[in-house]
């Protein structure tokens, strides 16, 4: 840290005033020795007086000059330290908020999860927030084969599992709001497949069959999901959806 006083510019400045009353004290006495004591030391008591005041005049200024040079200095050296205190205590304050900041950020920051499910009666995907502060949904894109990009499984089921693919009707829906917020402990359904028919068993047969090809499809998809906290601090998730790569059992008839 920069010193508030430069030590040796004010041993310097010292030295000068010094210098400086020395020369004018001992001139003041050369000067009334030239002019007024040639005659050498006088017994005149009234002499003595006219000296003093001759000497106290000519000093006396001096002093009170050099006086007020050093109130000056004083001054000013009390204003550099209370700028430097001043300047302390800002920056200890900015120090703080800026840690407080941090720790109230960490403790409202999101963290998102996807919720995969494997059960035969349904598939689904949700987007759970099991963070600490709600979490704000940027944008959600699904890309198939590392390739084709998609903005959301409406897309993505419509272009890669189509009716003519499904070999009975099953019941599809997605999230409808494409930049939700969630709440601590909140979950949005991106995707769900449900049977329409619980009670025939060649369709139950036949849906998992059809689930069993849209595992197929997503298996080889990734989400990537952009998202905020309530401190607009963007992040980003990317999430493999392998897992949809084991199928559902099929029972033989």
Not at 36 to 56: E, T
Not at 140 to 166: G, L, M, W
Request: with cysteine; hydrophobic share 40%.
């Amino acid at each position: 840290m920069e010193p508030i006083i430069n030590k040796r510019a004010i041993n310097l400045f010292i030295t000068i005033i010094m210098s400086v009353v020395v020369v004018l004290t001992v001139g003041a006495l050369i000067l009334y020795y030239c002019f007024v004591g040639k005659n050498g030391i006088s017994d005149n008591p009234a002499n003595w007086g006219l000296f003093g005041d001759y000497f106290g005049g000519v000093v006396g200024a001096v002093f009170s000059l050099m006086a007020l040079v050093f109130s000056l200095m004083s001054i000013y050296v009390s204003l550099q330290i209370a700028t430097r205190i001043h300047a302390n205590e800002l920056a200890f304050q900015e120090k703080h908020a800026a840690e407080q900041k941090e720790i109230i950020q960490r403790q409202g920051k999101p963290f998102p999860y996807f919720r995969l499910s494997r059960r035969s009666s349904e598939l689904s995907i949700k987007l759970q927030n099991l963070g600490l502060g709600p979490l704000i949904v940027n944008s959600i894109r699904i890309t198939y084969c590392e390739s084709t990009q998609y903005e959301n499984f409406h897309e993505f089921v419509s272009a890669q599992f189509p009716r003519k693919d499904r070999e009975v009707q099953v019941s599809l829906s997605y999230g409808s709001d494409p930049n939700p917020i969630l709440e601590v402990s909140g979950s949005k359904t991106l995707l769900r497949l449900r049977k329409l028919d619980d009670d025939i068993n060649d369709e139950k047969t036949a849906y998992r069959a059809t689930q069993n090809l849209l595992r197929e499809k997503l298996k080889d998809c990734e989400i990537e999901l952009n998202y905020r906290d309530i401190f607009d601090n963007d992040f980003s998730l990317t999430t493999p959806l392998s897992r949809f790569a084991v199928p559902i059992t099929i029972s033989p008839k």
